[in-house]
């Protein structure tokens, strides 16, 4: 006991400014498990299991021209979110935060990005191209997008869970600053991430690695 003694008062004199100065540094935000905030629905086929709810058909043109679909996003992950054109400090932190997740995995050939325009009949033309740009989307991996103002407002609450009902013909969402998480199946997994809290973006960092591992181990 008497030997013990010496080596816990060095590592109080030398080792605990560095614990506290990593905890300091680096936070103590804890990743909640996939299994225990991913969302279950009971099961449309009418099983008696609850089941991820699953990203339905949709047809959206990208900022690059193509017509992209769900089919576009076969076996990938990929994060969805919704902006609006005359949305400033908000909207712009959200697609900052995208940028940060596609520039975090940007070697991963599994994982994509969706930023869709909720637009309105009468909106002045937005210029996807130049903010894709702007933020330095990755052509083929990060795709803005947009549709007629139905078809968008449609996709966004019914597929991706936008908006508290489907607003009526012509009008649009409110604006909203959370992330959507697909995995490889098309199923809705995780939290709706809110970009305003930087840890909640650390968590969707962090349950995408989650996916790529149990995509990964499935297939074994």
């Known amino acids: 006991m008497r030997k013990i ?5 060095l590592f109080i004199i030398l080792g605990l400014p560095l614990v506290i100065y990593l905890v300091l540094r ?3 935000h804890v990743v909640k498990p996939l299994r225990t905030i991913s969302q279950k629905i009971a099961d449309p086929g ?14 959206l043109q990208s900022h690059t021209g193509a017509t992209i679909t769900q089919d576009s996003f076969a076996d990938h992950i990929w994060v969805a979110n919704v ?3 005359d949305c400033q400090d908000e909207c712009a932190t959200l697609l900052q935060s995208v940028r940060d997740i596609q520039e975090y995995y940007t070697s991963s050939s599994d994982v994509r990005f969706l930023s869709v325009l909720l637009n309105a009949p009468g909106d002045t033309a937005v210029d996807l191209k130049a903010v894709a740009r702007h933020y330095e989307a990755i052509d083929g991996k990060w795709h803005f997008a947009q549709g007629t103002p139905d078809s968008v407002a449609e996709f966004a609450h019914l597929e991706l869970d936008y908006g508290d009902a489907l607003p009526d013909s012509g009008a649009t969402l409110k604006a909203d600053y959370t992330l959507r998480l697909v995995d490889h199946y098309g199923l809705f997994r995780g939290a709706y991430y809110n970009v305003l809290e930087p840890k909640e973006v650390d968590s ?6 989650l996916l790529q591992r149990e995509f990964e181990q499935s297939r074994r």
């Open 204 to 209: 969707a960092i962090s349950h995408i690695r």
């Open 5 to 9: 003694g010496p080596f816990i008062t």
């Open 26 to 28: 680096t936070g103590t």
């Open 46 to 59: 009418g099983g008696p299991d609850s089941v991820y709810k699953a990203v339905g058909k949709f047809a």
């Open 83 to 85: 902006f609006k054109a």
